[in-house]
């Protein structure tokens, strides 16, 4: 028989009484301070209950009754949980464990939703399990499996696809390089019609400006936007852009950037950066360096090997110019500031796992490039939060601490606005009304660890 708490709570400046109850898995946070992510405010000395996966209330005027489960949040901070907007979930050839301990990295540092970003059939049974608790995971969304040249190469095949993917139940379309100017058309018209939102990479062929044009609910990578700065009357072929357009980095006009902005803007793209991909694998910095900081433990030894070498590989290569990455970069930085300021919006985003991005840690390196950037610490927290939010048109679901979300959100030792290095050790993280305690958290990463050196 469940244990039902029934709490009394008084409210301010009334003589009125309300009344809650708690099932035996509900939960009380108590004394914490909760930030407002859409200002930076903070409200401090409140109990957030917690029942059935939702946040039911909150309130600074209440006496904790005895037998009430009860988490500690005197002196701490709570945040939203983070979404990882640019995610990739296993496919089955990794193996459930690899699977399973994927997600868990995920949520080890805050992360309660993912966006999948190559989908996989697998993966829709796996967020319907995701969301009724039957697998310890963050939030998912997935893509469709590649659109790219290879994979819709006819106006025909777009048509099909696009219909069965959208069918089939896939949250987005995934696009990738390559597709031909005339079948980019039809997809979009396909997509319309069907009514499933595409997102990712830009084709050469088809340029920053159609694909903003074509109304894409998110440019990742801030893709095909160097390739726009690049003036007409430079006469190049689009195709010899290089790693998102580093082979035209010396012909950018940075006076085209606010056009694109504003074309941005105007057609609501949302654009996810994933810098940490560019500062990591495409930089200059040494690859045994990277390969050997601590995070890499979590990740299967062979992976980190294939990413060291990969990355000596890249950057001794004839065409890879130092002084050019830095140009490079700078660019990217000034895109990504101008984005988030006179754009639409900026979405938190990693690339992980890709080179050098292990999921979970890795959104710790986008939010320093962001910062890099000139991105303020509440709008970085506002890309991993809110914004994922109302891209995905669920204000008041998640994103925020508020009566009526689910419960997902990170304990901190101390307020993120003021230092994210803080979001590096949470407290404890709770999702969708599981609690993991940091005892939780270390004791599972010891076991990912010695999985990964030995893989």
């Known amino acids: 028989m469940n244990k039902i708490l029934t709490f009394l709570v008084f409210l301010t400046a009334c003589t009125s009484a309300q009344t809650i109850e708690l099932s035996n898995d509900g939960q009380v946070i108590t004394n914490v301070n909760i930030i407002n992510v859409r200002d930076g405010s ?67 540092n805050g992360i309660t ?49 696009i219909t069965a993917y959208q069918e089939a139940g896939y949250d987005f379309l995934k696009m990738h390089p390559g597709i031909k100017l005339e079948v980019f058309n039809e997809i979009v018209k396909t997509a319309n019609e069907v009514g499933i939102p595409f997102a990712g990479h830009v084709s050469v062929d088809v340029g920053i400006r159609n694909s903003l044009e074509s109304g894409y609910a998110s440019v990742d990578h801030i893709d095909g936007f160097l390739e726009g700065l690049v003036p007409e009357s430079a006469g190049v072929d689009p195709s010899t852009n290089g790693f998102f357009g580093f082979d035209f980095t010396d012909l950018a006009d940075l006076n085209n ?14 654009i996810v950066p994933t810098q940490s991909l560019f500062e990591r694998w495409f930089s200059p910095l040494d690859a045994d360096s990277i390969g050997s900081t601590p995070e890499m433990q979590y990740m299967p030894k062979s992976t980190v090997e294939n990413w060291v070498n990969g990355k000596k590989g890249l950057i ?64 970085a927290i506002q890309a991993g939060t809110i914004n994922p939010a109302k891209f995905f048109n669920m204000e008041g679901e ?44 270390d004791s599972q990463l010891v076991e990912i660890a010695k999985n990964a050196a030995n893989q």
């Open 42 to 108: 903070i409200l401090t000395g409140q109990h957030v209950f917690v029942d059935s996966g939702k946040i039911v209330m909150i309130s600074g005027e209440i006496t904790i009754p005895q037998g009430a489960t009860t988490i500690d949040g005197n002196d701490k901070f709570m945040l939203p949980g983070l979404a990882e907007m640019h995610a990739h979930i296993p496919s089955p050839q990794w193996g459930r464990s690899n699977l399973n301990e994927t997600l868990f990295l995920y949520l080890s």
């Open 113 to 161: 939703t993912i966006r999948g970003m190559l989908g996989h059939p697998v993966h829709l049974e796996l967020r319907e399990q995701a969301l009724s608790n039957e697998i310890l995971s963050p939030r998912i969304f997935t893509s469709s499996p590649s659109v790219n040249g290879n994979s819709v190469k006819t106006i025909e095949e777009a048509r099909e696809k």
């Open 257 to 270: 950037i606010d056009e694109l902005v504003a074309l941005s803007k105007n057609k609501q793209v949302w």
């Open 316 to 379: 001794s290569s004839e065409r890879y110019d130092e002084e050019r990455w830095v140009k490079f970069d700078q660019i990217r930085k000034k895109l990504l500031y101008a984005l988030q300021q006179d754009g639409h919006g900026i979405l938190l985003g990693s690339d992980a796992p890709q080179v050098f991005n292990v999921p979970g840690f890795s959104i710790h390196h986008e939010i320093k490039g962001m910062l890099n950037a000139g991105i303020t610490p509440l709008q």
């Open 398 to 441: 998640f994103g925020e601490i508020i009566e009526g979300a689910s419960a997902d959100f990170l304990l901190l030792n101390s307020n993120p606005l003021e230092n994210l290095e803080d979001l590096r050790n949470p407290h404890g993280v709770m999702v969708r009304g599981r609690w993991l305690s940091r005892a939780d958290i």
